[in-house]
């Protein structure tokens, strides 16, 4: 079966994040296409992949976690950086012929909804630099 790219719901990725008998890498993957706004803080276990890059690394990334059941995509906003690498993701692995129930997923409001929503509960920002996200804080 192809993979087609589908939205998920912040909330879908929280209960994945909190389940200790879930393992990034082995039960499902986070990829964080954003560029330096990474090290300013990113889901946990998400594995930083840039968007520009993304052609390049597709074969690599499929390679490494082909038997990972959910992948998740997302960049600042999931609006046209996470989906579009989400789409390569999955044209690739279509290309190659890998026949999967893998499913590939967009974070609907990307990191950015994901620090709205989580940034106050601990455990939810690896390697969080508060000021990075003060533009942010201040707007709410």
Known sequence: MS???VFAEP???YA???DTTKQPGKDYVIVDVRDADF???HIPGAVNVLASEMYDKANDLIR???NVP????HCAL???RGPKSARIYCETMNNLGIETDQ???ILRNGFEGWHTKYRKQEGLIEDYDKSVWEWAIEEQ
Not at 70 to 73: E, M
């Open 70 to 73: 959910q992948v998740y995509f």
């Open 103 to 105: 499913k590939v997923k």
């Open 64 to 66: 490494e976690y082909a």
């Open 3 to 5: 993979s087609v790219p």
């Open 39 to 41: 090290k300013g803080g």
């Open 78 to 80: 999931s609006q046209v």
């Open 16 to 18: 994945l994040v909190l």
């Open 11 to 13: 909330e879908e990725l």
